[in-house]
């Protein structure tokens, strides 16, 4: 079992190895941080009431397998096709196809879920302009951003999402003021124990806990493009320790300062805390943070889709145009096409404007969480191929080894059947996508043996 990370060197040639550790870190952060958050922690508190820490702890557990996994494989095999990459090198072509295509198809299509809510928040300000414009707008922006060097897409978004950061940050020490200064009564046993709903219920509210962490597998695939190789473990440590210690200081500070019981879906949580400490025009400033979190999401995830299209096109599981770059070492072709949310959430926002945000997340959420199922296995087939002797020269090594995989690709696998089947809506149209997957590949396949013999990778089975 290969070590070396020949397969990437090869396909991904003429990337621009530019990004730093606190730009891969941030390109995750803003991925990751975003309306699971800033409004979905609302739902996980009335779900559990106080225990809810408890189900954010077990989150936070979770994405570190995750975390540790991919960055592993990511010191070994640093590759802009990262999941997907390793899916083919440690398990089979068609397990690494799915991962990635699944990825890049559901990841390509929240982008414009995350058009679509900023043109929702934009209108709490100017209500006359119609959304459309502003998806347009911030579209136009987001693709001169990715259409820069790498470089300078990296800068925009570390400070970009560092507004996300700095509001949660703010946010903790002010909910944490307001709790030891005494003006709150702390709301931990308060409302009927601190498992009003009964002790099963923080494991009910973990699967929406663990949603908020969606995102820290963005990092994998910046690794295709960082600085130096010595720069991974450190990105990989650091996107998690970041994204942990936000989102539980961030619970922690909710459940101690609002009741759960009053905690509604009118306002978001965040914004009740602010008013209670008294922060000037709090309303308008967390409509600014989340407007922020949206397009910063956005940017990142058109980076990401972009990249993981255009190491298909090397790879031969998608048309070999899409394999080119411009001058600046942009693939932009494949972002132009990855940048087909934007076009469905037009669509969407003319017919269904008020349920377009769930009608384009509904069928993304599978295809998301399947890259952590899919790595999670890649990374216990990896480590079962190595000697200890292996295992200890590994430029990252986990410190849950195989088990903590194993471990979370349980959870991680309920996770996709639990969306799957949560509702008819999301099992059709679940099933359906992967079929549609399934039968690509087959095409892609056998066009590849026919006609692209120069560019077919003889991977592992």
Request: charge should be positive; glycine fraction near 10%.
């Amino acid at each position: 079992m290969p070590l070396a990370p020949v397969v990437p060197e090869v396909q991904e040639q003429g990337l621009r190895h530019q990004l730093t550790a606190g730009q891969m870190t941030m390109v995750a952060v803003g991925g990751s941080i975003g309306t699971g958050l800033l409004l979905g922690s609302a739902a996980a508190l009335e779900i559990a009431g106080p225990s809810v820490i408890l189900s954010y702890i077990v989150a936070a557990f979770i994405a570190y397998t995750v975390a540790m996994a991919l960055g592993e494989l990511a010191s070994t095999h640093p590759a802009a096709g990262s999941f997907g990459v390793y899916g083919e090198l440690y398990l089979n072509q068609y397990l690494g196809f799915l991962c990635r295509a699944g990825y890049w198809a559901s990841i390509a299509f929240s982008i414009g879920a995350e058009l679509v809510a900023s043109a929702t928040y934009m209108q709490y300000w100017l209500p006359a302009v119609p959304g459309e414009v502003w998806v347009l707008v911030f579209s136009a922006l987001l693709l001169i951003v990715n259409l820069r060097s790498v470089s300078s897409f990296g800068r925009f978004e570390f400070w970009f999402a560092m507004i996300k950061f700095a509001t949660i940050v703010a946010f903790i020490l002010a909910g944490a003021a307001l709790l030891v200064s005494g003006r709150v009564t702390p709301q931990y046993t308060a409302q009927g124990g601190f498992f009003p709903k009964g002790p099963i219920a923080p494991l009910l509210s973990a699967f929406l806990a663990i949603y908020a962490f969606g995102g820290i597998e963005m990092l994998a695939v910046t690794t295709g493009e960082s600085r130096s190789a010595k720069d991974i473990p450190r990105a990989a440590h650091l996107t998690f320790f970041l994204l942990a210690g936000l989102y539980l200081g961030a619970i922690v500070v909710l459940v101690g300062v609002m009741p759960w019981n009053h905690t509604g879906v009118s306002e978001s949580p965040f914004v009740s805390v602010l008013r209670l400490a008294k922060i000037p025009a709090a309303a308008y400033f967390m409509n600014f943070v989340v407007l922020t979190a949206a397009l910063s999401g956005a940017n990142a995830k058109l980076y990401v889709a972009s990249r993981l299209l255009f190491s298909m096109g090397r790879s031969g599981w998608a048309p070999v145009r899409l394999g080119q770059l411009s001058p600046s070492g942009s693939p932009r072709l494949a972002l132009f096409v990855s940048s087909y949310g934007i076009i469905t959430a037009l669509i969407i926002e003319n017919w269904a404007p008020k349920q377009a945000f769930l009608y384009i997340m509904g069928a993304a959420f599978s295809g998301l969480f399947l890259c952590w199922v899919i790595s999670l296995a890649a990374h216990v087939s990896f480590r079962r191929g190595l000697t200890p002797q292996q295992i200890a020269g590994l430029p990252m090594r986990s410190p849950l080894g195989t088990w903590g995989s194993i471990i979370g690709f349980i959870v991680s696998a309920t996770l996709v059947l639990h969306t799957l089947f949560s509702s008819r809506v999301n099992a059709v149209g679940g099933l359906a996508f992967f079929a549609l997957l399934t039968l690509a590949y087959a095409l892609r396949k056998k066009r590849m043996q026919r006609e692209l013999p120069e560019m077919k990778v003889q991977l592992p089975r």
